[in-house]
């Protein structure tokens, strides 16, 4: 039988060392060893990186979880969006006065269906709409950074990636890069997106110059306002 977690929401490090105490409490109590203790680690590594349980089993559950007759069943697709982005070489992210402000922070546990794509009115039914101008639009939308993109791109997670993505190429406006090309002399702003080639995911970029369409859609939570 598994724990699965009751949010996914991230909590605070004084919620997750308040539950980590109580384990540990009832650890003490019941006299595990240290064989039993190895078995509920996952649990204690959940709690560490921010993946809240609605409440602790109960003694009878927690001890069938150490003594191996039920399973602690943790997800551990998690992304942290105050990690540094990746920055290909002659790029740099802007300062994060230059980001836009309802970009995603902090820890998520990552759920398709949480997830919604943004199409602005201005490049939907065959509407081209350029870069810079969109950057002004979603300064109200919340968005993700590439450290989205570059989780979905590890091989042990491009299943989660949703089929009818391979029409679209899928922007991630939560990071904005300046890329030195050469052309100017501080370089040009782009985004990165997710694309399917053909045969595999992969990635590349836009300049903020150029223009969007109807199949270049922003990556957003799902049920925004």
């Not at 996952?42 to 069938?64: C, Q």
């Not at 992210?93 to 943004?118: C, I, N, T």
């Not at 679209?168 to 694309?195: A, E, K, N, P």
Request: proline content about 5%; some cysteine; glycine content about 8%.
């Amino acid at each position: 039988m598994g724990l699965k977690p009751m949010s996914k929401e991230p909590i605070s490090r004084v919620s997750t060392l308040c539950q980590g105490a109580r384990i540990l409490t009832l650890i003490d109590e019941q006299g595990l060893n240290l064989h039993q203790v190895q078995a509920i680690y996952p649990y204690l590594v959940a709690l560490a990186r921010g993946i809240k349980y609605g409440s602790l089993p109960d003694v009878e559950t927690f001890r069938a979880i150490a003594e191996g007759r039920a399973r602690v069943d943790i997800q551990k697709r998690v992304i942290d969006f105050n990690s540094t982005p990746y920055t290909p070489d002659g790029w740099v992210v802007l300062p994060y006065s230059e980001q836009l402000p309802h970009r995603m922070k902090g820890v998520m546990e990552f759920d398709p269906a949480k997830l919604d794509l943004y199409f602005d009115e201005g490049q939907k039914d065959g509407n081209v709409i350029k870069g810079t101008e969109l950057r002004k639009k979603l300064k109200g939308v919340v968005v993700y950074g590439v450290q989205a993109l570059d989780f979905l791109l590890k091989r042990e997670n491009q299943h989660l990636i949703p089929k009818r993505w391979q029409r679209m190429r899928i922007y991630f406006w939560g990071t904005i890069y300046r890329h030195s090309d050469g052309s100017q002399s501080d370089g040009r702003l782009c985004i990165r997106y997710l694309v399917w080639n053909s045969f595999m995911w992969d990635w590349n970029y836009e300049w903020l110059d150029d223009n969007w369409v109807s199949d270049s859609p922003t990556l957003v939570p799902a049920n925004q306002n």
